[in-house]
Antibody, heavy 120, light 107 residues
Framework: EVQLVESGGGLVQPGGSLRLSCAAS????????MTWVRQAPGKGLEWVSY????????YYADSVKGRFTISRGNAYNSLYLQMNSLRAEDTAVYYC?????????????WGQGTLVAVSS | DIQMTQSPSTLSASVGDRVTITCRAS??????LAWFQQKPGKAPKLLIY???SLESGVPSRFSGSGSGTEFTLTISSLQPDDFATYYC?????????FGQGTKVEIK
């Protein structure tokens, strides 16, 4: 069974930093592209960042480009999101997600999410 | 960038109703469209991919159709478990864009 478990969320002041982690199990982690999606309170889904299975290709939403960095540790079955220069508008539940092997960009599995709150 | 627009934003319906949600793309996306269901406090769940392919385990009352710029999600007979928010998503190797969501409420 595919399992994705996020951690690292919490309350942080504007301008601060936070590192999210996602522990994956139930599949060969390094074979799959991974993505982060966030959801602000009471709002819709927003794609944040993508990383290929080998970690060589990364994409970011314009709203986080230059502030967030996605990475992965295939030996540890882990995905990360380093978030710097955090703003109030970054407040959201952050979901780690696994993409399809067959269809690029199709999100097929989701973690339960971790809440990031940016406030003074 | 391609924008995805869902309508309606909210839909009130009764158990047993046939429900249709529309998703429009700002330009042609071929058939690269997925639908997700999300319940409060839970992660989204994939229902349909490539416009009309049903994800394993999803009830057959859910169906998808369309191509190009206009797509629909249909629930043939609404069940109590179906009251939720539904999102469309355009996807390809470089883009992942969600619609703003449609909340299906109890009438």
């Amino acid at each position: 069974e595919v399992q994705l478990v996020e951690s690292g969320g919490g309350l942080v002041q504007p301008g601060g930093s936070l590192r999210l982690s996602c522990a994956a199990s139930g599949f060969t982690f390094g074979d799959y592209a991974m993505t982060w999606v966030r959801q602000a309170p009471g709002k819709g889904l927003e794609w944040v960042s993508y990383i290929s299975g080998g970690g060589n290709t990364k994409y970011y939403a314009d709203s986080v480009k230059g502030r967030f960095t996605i990475s992965r540790g295939n030996a540890y079955n882990s995905l990360y999101l380093q978030m710097n220069s955090l703003r109030a508008e970054d407040t959201a539940v952050y979901y780690c997600a696994r993409e399809s092997l067959t269809f690029g960009g199709l999100i097929v599995n989701w973690g339960q999410g971790t809440l990031v709150a940016v406030s003074s | 960038d391609i924008q995805m627009t869902q309508s309606p934003s909210t839909l009130s319906a009764s158990v047993g109703d046939r429900v249709t949600i529309t998703c429009r793309a700002s330009q042609s996306i071929s058939s690269w469209l997925a639908w997700f269901q999300q319940k409060p406090g839970k992660a989204p769940k994939l229902l349909i991919y490539k416009t009309s392919s049903l994800e394993s385990g999803v009830p057959s009352r859910f169906s998808g159709s369309g191509s190009g710029t206009e797509f629909t999600l249909t629930i043939s007979s609404l069940q109590p478990d179906d009251f939720a928010t539904y999102y469309c998503q355009y996807y390809n190797s470089y883009s992942r864009t969600f619609g703003q969501g449609t909340k299906v409420e109890i009438k």
